[in-house]
């Protein structure tokens, strides 16, 4: 039987988990690290991050962190480095710096840590206060990354302690770092019935045994294009990954079947979807895309997780994509995107966002109509390769 031949789309590994990975091995003890060039931004200033840890473990106080762009790192540096008791600042660079932070300081205050913000708002923000161990009530509904945070920081505290989640969002987030302590030997337990989040102190992490999977916030825009243009096969993905990105299979009800290199994804009927992504956010742009082409109205809802991202996504969807002829507006807690519309040249901007760039990037593909993305390199801050894969198609 004839092979087909598909392209074969190579994905980044989940920076998601690579993030998580590092630091995990950091409290392992792992303090030498080989960190490929080819990785993306928001992974390689983690040398940063091990410089900071190390500096404050020795006992030293009143350091700098600059963390790049990553909000990840960010509100995991903030939540855990209170651990050490020491005085820090968080600082860093571009668009990270206009983003708003004003839940953080509220959320953590109660345990402990005190976070004073740039004109109440923004980074740098000055750290000062330890980390402390108890029951506590938390605001977990603007991010769950400095929630990650303190889950790294409370086994090493000396006592157990309990965090009640209030109103989380991505709560696949939080069970990705729930899996990867646990893989540490770590004694902790996130109880998604309840949203509480258990955890014995006084632990000392091993190094984590999972290992990094292929990155399906990455892969999400590429099986947009499988589902909607022409079949490929996307390597190294698995439908059952531990990252809740992968969910976008079933949202836009793809055609994918495992083969020996990855997933093969082919065309199928378009219909409109109606999906709240409160707790998968960064699958907003790739369903925008989707929502482009498909038949019918696509309502996405949860669009108040898009104001503190890298751009307002939100917004500068809607900016870029009325540009090139795409009926998109807001409506409440939901960005609409109707099917159909006839896309037109036109040079768009990026907001140095790296997803708002392959958003822009595969509608252009999908279509076959030029558009112009100045700014486009900022992808290098989650898939350097993507415009190289994009060529493949």
């Keep these: 039987m004839k092979k087909e031949n598909f392209p074969h789309i190579t994905v980044p590994l989940s920076k998601s988990m690579l993030q998580r990975l590092l630091y995990a091995k950091l409290l392992a003890g792992e303090t030498l690290f080989n960190l490929d060039e080819n990785l993306p931004d928001d992974v390689k200033v983690f040398v940063n991050v091990k410089n900071a840890y190390m500096q404050l473990k020795s006992g030293k106080e009143n350091i700098i962190v600059n963390i790049g762009e990553s909000g990840f790192w960010a509100r995991v540096v903030i939540s855990s480095f209170p651990l050490f008791g020491k005085r820090f600042t968080v ?14 300081p509220r959320s953590l205050e109660p345990l402990g840590i005190n976070v004073t913000l740039t004109d109440n708002k923004t980074l740098p923000a000055i750290v000062e206060g330890r980390l402390k161990h108890g029951n506590f009530e938390i605001d977990a509904s603007f991010s769950s990354q400095h929630i990650s945070g303190l889950m790294f920081a409370m086994p090493k505290l000396n006592r ?30 996130f109880d998604k019935s309840t949203n509480t989040i258990h955890c014995i102190g006084n632990q000392k992490f091993s190094l984590p045994t999972l290992q990094p999977e292929y990155d399906w916030s990455a892969a999400a825009f590429f099986a947009v294009y499988g589902k909607l243009k022409n079949c490929i096969v996307i390597k190294n993905v698995d439908a059952n990954s531990i990252q809740g990105d992968k969910e976008i299979l079933h949202y836009i009800n793809a055609d994918y079947k495992k083969t020996p290199d990855g997933l093969q994804i082919c065309p199928s009927e378009a219909i409109a979807v109606t999906i709240d992504l409160t707790h998968t956010p960064d699958l907003f742009p790739p369903l925008a895309v989707y929502g482009v082409f498909a038949e019918g109205k696509t309502f996405l809802q949860g669009i108040k997780r898009l104001a503190a991202k890298e751009s307002n996504r939100a917004e500068a969807l809607i900016t870029e994509m009325k540009k090139i002829g795409i009926n998109i507006y807001s409506q409440e807690n939901s960005l ?31 279509s076959g109509v030029p558009v ?17 894969e994009l060529e493949k198609l």
């Design 336 to 366: 609409v995107i109707e099917g159909g519309s006839k896309i037109k040249p036109a040079t768009v901007s990026a907001h140095n966002d790296h997803r708002i760039a392959m958003a822009l990037a595969m509608i252009s593909k999908i």
């Design 160 to 189: 157990n302690s309990t965090l009640i989640l209030k109103k989380p969002v991505s709560i696949p987030y939080i069970e990705m770092t729930e899996k990867i302590i646990n893989s540490c030997r770590i004694n902790l337990s």
């Design 372 to 388: 112009e993305i100045p700014g486009k390199e900022c992808v290098s801050k989650s898939y350097p390769g993507f415009f190289e």
């Design 91 to 104: 600082t860093g660079e571009g668009s990270i710096l206009q983003r708003d932070m004003s839940n953080l």
